[in-house]
């Protein structure tokens, strides 16, 4: 459908494929909303929260208010073929075809502002607000005065059948989450046009399936987040595209699976990473090369033998002194000759205390060089 197709984003954009390109003939919306003035109607004032803008052939012409993926917290909305009038209250609202954009594409699109009032929008809670049933939904951009509920599973869903694929732009870069928390699942699960993941100001991702099956995502950057809890399932998964995540806050990893089955991922640096708990902390991820655990690890309770189970290389700190980990990765992927040379220089010289244990496996083992070997029996260390 042309070359903004290749630019959905979550802002600031983080996007190797390049930056988003409005289609021709589609209302600017940052600078409509970030212009919507704040409405007095009946002695209450309602401030401007979010703009959408749908594009489609025009198959309907009723916005809904209620009902499943439509917004919670709007009171009002002024509509773009009545700009100067507040709605307020309405569930409906039939636009006048003959007023919609037309686009350089041959598709025609409308536009909505939502309002709350100050109550609704100071919620301390938040707004909950849900996408993922208006699949022509073309632009989503949240004001300074939208303040996100955790539990809203913005353009998520658990079914691929009722995601939204035709999202294209989704600006939150002057709003923010409630706690800075993000805990619906399917947050941005099966969007398949998505492409970067950029969320600045969230700190707490305790959700299952955060980012699963976006099979255009390339990179995730969470420059704030220090917390993954994952319940069951995994916080990215089967994100067939996903090259880079950037996560430099993060200090602990608590559930099930932190990555899995993203195979072009090749490394992933976590440089503040305390605790790391669970069954399977990046598992399937068959062309990841290399992790660096940081000398920040305290815990390491995950001892499955999913952990990095396909990685060749872990890098490990000076005087590694964790016990009874599992490294031993799966059938025929064993790690490198750099790998073993680095596991003998690392660990800690425990030759005067009590020994420490680590699983490798048989065929790990049968690799390591008889010098090797040497040192790390010396420094009083059991591999199994």
């Not at 995601?163 to 002057?174: G, H, I, P």
């Not at 001892?303 to 016990?323: K, R, V, W």
């Not at 020994?355 to 790990?364: C, D, I, P, S």
């Amino acid at each position: 459908m042309g070359e903004s197709y290749l630019n959905r984003v979550i802002n600031p954009i983080i996007n190797t494929t390049g930056t988003y390109s409005r289609v021709s003939g589609v209302p600017d919306g940052e600078s409509i909303i970030a212009n919507a003035p704040v409405i007095e109607s009946g002695g209450i004032n309602y401030y401007p929260i979010y703009y959408i803008c749908a594009m489609d052939t025009v198959t309907g012409a009723t916005f809904s208010k209620t009902g499943t993926g439509v917004s919670t917290g709007a009171d009002a909305y002024v509509f773009s073929d009545e700009p100067s009038t507040l709605y307020v209250g309405d569930t409906t609202h039939t636009f006048d075809v003959a007023d919609d954009f037309a686009t350089s594409e041959g598709w025609k699109c409308r536009y909505v502002i939502a309002y709350a009032t100050e109550a609704n929008k100071d919620d301390v809670n938040g707004i909950t607000v849900n996408l993922y049933s208006y699949r022509a939904t073309f632009e989503f951009i949240g004001s300074q005065y939208l303040k996100l509920s955790s539990t809203s599973a913005l353009f998520g869903s658990n079914s691929m059948s009722n995601s939204n694929q035709n999202l294209r732009y989704v600006n939150l870069s002057s709003s923010i989450f409630y706690d800075n928390t993000i805990s619906a699942a399917n947050f941005c699960r099966f969007c398949c046009s998505l492409a970067s993941i950029s969320l600045p100001s969230v700190t707490t991702i305790s959700t299952n399936y955060f980012c699963g099956s976006c099979y255009s995502l390339t990179s995730i950057s969470l420059p704030s987040l220090t917390t993954i809890a994952v319940t069951s399932s995994y916080f990215c998964g089967a994100c067939y595209s996903l090259r880079s995540i950037s996560l430099p806050s993060l200090t602990t990893v608590d559930g099930n699976s932190f990555c899995a089955n993203c195979y072009p991922l090749k490394r992933i640096s976590l440089p503040s990473l305390i605790t790391v708990t669970g069954t399977s902390f990046c598992v399937g991820c068959c062309y990841l090369e290399y992790f660096e655990i940081p000398s920040t690890i305290t815990t390491l309770t995950n001892t499955s033998a999913d952990t990095l189970n396909y990685i060749q290389f872990i890098g490990l700190p000076t005087n590694f002194d964790i016990d009874a980990c599992n490294f031993t990765g799966i059938a025929g992927y064993t790690k490198s000759l750099a790998w073993f040379t680095h596991l003998a220089a690392q660990l800690k010289d425990n030759s005067g205390g009590t020994a420490k244990t680590m699983t490798l496996g048989a065929t790990n083992i049968a690799l390591i060089p008889s010098a090797q070997a040497t040192i790390i029996s010396n420094k009083n260390w059991t591999i199994n």
